[in-house]
């Protein structure tokens, strides 16, 4: 069965730099979250979309920003990067009637290396 | 705000015997309960979840419990084998739309042979 697919599965870029995460939820899925996982941590909620529109928004900075666009997939674009940024990127998907209020479905990630 | 403690941090057992993890939180609103199992470097995995109209559920060697008058949950692991060392997250959230999920800390759990 098709997964949350995300990429790219490995970023490095320098400080100050721009970066563009893609995520390609399941087919079907009306629902998109974005968390940020840092070493040893727990995964921290950054934004989520239900039906392409924005739907909350956790600890994400000013310089990131997300959309979900026509065809359901979402980016997450990041910009002035700075060497805390560097973490573990997940994006989730889910069914709202299904899993109401939860990523059920976790893409493998995408790991942002800023140096 | 809205918190989930989740204790302990770590827990080894030996193969055969049963896990506990536990949690509590914070937002009496809260009335979904997901467990994840995290693999070193992979994503998280939903791997059974609990409704606040329901005290216990139960999927094969995997149980949860709810007890919304003390604000605490559950995962019991019985019977533990190799592969169910990983980290495990408890989680709550308001099912009422597609909102954030607060996550517990997360319990490294290691099976010993």
């Known amino acids: 069965a098709a997964g949350v697919i995300q990429s790219p599965r490995h970023l490095i870029k320098e400080k100050r730099e721009t970066a563009t995460l893609k995520c390609y939820p399941i087919?079907?899925?009306?629902?998109v979250y974005w968390y940020q996982q840092g070493p040893g941590q727990d995964p921290q909620f950054l934004i989520s979309f239900y039906e392409k529109m924005q739907s909350d928004k956790g600890s994400i900075p000013d310089r990131f920003s997300a959309q979900q666009f026509s065809d359901y997939h979402s980016e997450l674009n990041m910009s002035s990067l700075e060497l805390g940024d560097s973490a573990l990127y997940f994006c989730?998907?889910?069914?709202?009637?299904?899993?109401?209020?939860?990523?059920?479905?976790f893409g493998q990630g995408t790991r942002l290396t800023v140096v | 705000g809205e918190n989930v403690e989740q204790h302990p941090s770590t827990l080894s057992v030996q193969e055969g015997d049963s896990a506990v993890i536990k949690c509590t939180y914070s937002d009496s609103a809260s009335n979904y309960f997901p467990w994840y199992k995290q693999e070193l470097g992979k994503r998280p995995q939903l791997i059974i979840d609990?409704?606040?109209?329901?005290g216990e559920k139960k999927d094969q060697r995997i149980a949860v419990t709810l007890n919304k008058t003390a604000k605490h949950f559950s995962l019991h692991i019985t019977e533990t084998q190799p592969e169910d060392s990983a980290v495990y997250f408890c989680a709550a959230s308001r099912d009422s739309s597609a909102s954030k999920i607060i996550f517990g800390s997360g319990t490294r759990l290691s099976i010993r042979p």
């Open positions: 087919p079907r899925h009306d629902t």
């Open positions: 989730a998907s889910s069914l709202l009637s299904q899993y109401p209020g939860v990523a059920a479905f």
């Open positions: 609990i409704r606040s109209n329901v």
